[in-house]
Each structure stands twice: as structure tokens, then as C-alpha cells.
């Protein structure tokens, strides 16, 4: 990582937050004072989706999943610890795709879970089928 300052997306207010490399979790959002980021993995939804992706300068990985899916329930907890592995460096976000039809549609998901590596507001990686935490990180790490 470089010394530049992160744009992070408040999850609560969507406000963009600047950070410095090094204070991800102490950081607050300056409009809401919430915290901007932390370790586990983000619910995003709508226009919360399209925020985060294209204003945040951290890397988002998205796990686009379906609460009835076997494989999804499975990789959940897996993804959660990815996300303890990958912080601060990496967001990790889900989408429930029976709940978010347009954005599944959008990026042509035809398969839960499908992740989606996005970068500087582009996707620049992408896989389907369930994994573990490990695989997971080495994934994310590898694709960027």
C-alpha cells in the first residue's frame, strides 16, 4: 500500500471518508461518526452497491450469494474470516441476490456464490463455486 490516503464509504450515512493508511480502524466517518470500517463483511444493497464500488479506493470483493443456496451458507462463515485476514487492505461486501435481482442482473450472476473482485470502481476478477477462508485470501491476493 502506499502512503495516499484511502476513500472509504461510510456503511451507515454512504458519506466518503478519507483515511490514512495505518488508521483504518480507528477511523470514524467526519458526518456521522460512525465507524467507517471494520473486519467483517459489508450487506450491501441498491444504491449502497453502486456507492461503495466506485468511490471506495480500497479493493471490494462481493460475495453475491442466496440465503437458500447450500454452498452460500457454507462459504458464510468462511468469508467472514477472510475478511479478518484481509483487513485492512481489502473490503468484503455480500449481495443477496434473491433480494437484489437488478445488481445480480446487471453483472451477469448466474450462479451463487459468484465473487467479484472490483477495483478503482471496475471488476477485475471473478469466481463462482464456495471456498475457504484460505483460499479465499490467496484468491483475492493473487488477483490483484
Not at 479478518?84 to 448466474?110: C, H, M, N
Not at 477485475?124 to 471456498?131: E, K, L, N, P, V
Amino acid at each position: 500500500m502506499t502512503n495516499e490516503s484511502h476513500h472509504i464509504v461510510c456503511p451507515q450515512c454512504r458519506a466518503i471518508n478519507r483515511v490514512q493508511p495505518g488508521r483504518e480502524s480507528q477511523a470514524t466517518c467526519g458526518k456521522c461518526k460512525s465507524k467507517v470500517f471494520e473486519n467483517q463483511p459489508l450487506e450491501l444493497v441498491g444504491p449502497t452497491f453502486d456507492r461503495h464500488i466506485a468511490k471506495s479506493t480500497l479493493p471490494v470483493l462481493v460475495d453475491f450469494y442466496s440465503p437458500s443456496c447450500g454452498p452460500c451458507l457454507m462459504m458464510g462463515p468462511e468469508f467472514a474470516k477472510a475478511a479478518e485476514t484481509l483487513y485492512p487492505d481489502v473490503r468484503l461486501a455480500k449481495v443477496d441476490t434473491s433480494a437484489e435481482g437488478a445488481i445480480a442482473s446487471r453483472f451477469g450472476i448466474q450462479a451463487v456464490p459468484t465473487l467479484i473482485l472490483f477495483n478503482g470502481g471496475r471488476e477485475i476478477a471473478r469466481q463462482s463455486g464456495a471456498m475457504g477462508a484460505k483460499d479465499l485470501v490467496n484468491w483475492t491476493r493473487s488477483s490483484l
